[in-house]
Nanobody, 114 residues
């Protein structure tokens, strides 16, 4: 499995970013997928997930601000992040939900300035 997240950057509070994740080496469409983030000194946590059929769920911290989506044809996962806050600063990763793959890739850094 190969997972490559991209689209991060530096943004001011209140701004938006759209993250992308390209997956290869897997039958992408059958897996529930998620976006995880890891802030410095903290554990990696799941913030958004989407089932193989497109049902999404969000952590309380991002509910109403983030939107997860997927393109099974191109094997891509997306995370639209709006109303970003400094507490959203973290490295963001994509992986399956539940039994995650060992490979996490580099992730993509999101930094939100106040």
């Amino acid at each position: 499995v190969q997972l490559q997240a991209s689209g991060g950057g530096l943004v001011q509070a209140g701004g938006s970013l759209r993250l992308s994740c390209s997956a290869s080496g897997i039958n992408f469409k059958i897996y529930a997928m998620g976006w995880y983030r890891q802030a410095p000194g903290n554990q990696r946590v799941l913030v958004a997930s989407i089932s193989s059929s497109g049902t999404s769920n969000y952590s309380d911290s991002v509910q109403g601000r983030f939107t997860i989506s997927r393109d099974n044809v191109w094997r891509k996962l997306y995370l639209q992040m709006n109303s970003l806050q400094p507490e959203d600063t973290a490295v963001y990763y994509c992986n399956r939900v539940g039994r995650t793959w060992d490979y996490w890739g580099q992730g993509t850094q999101v930094t939100v300035s106040s």
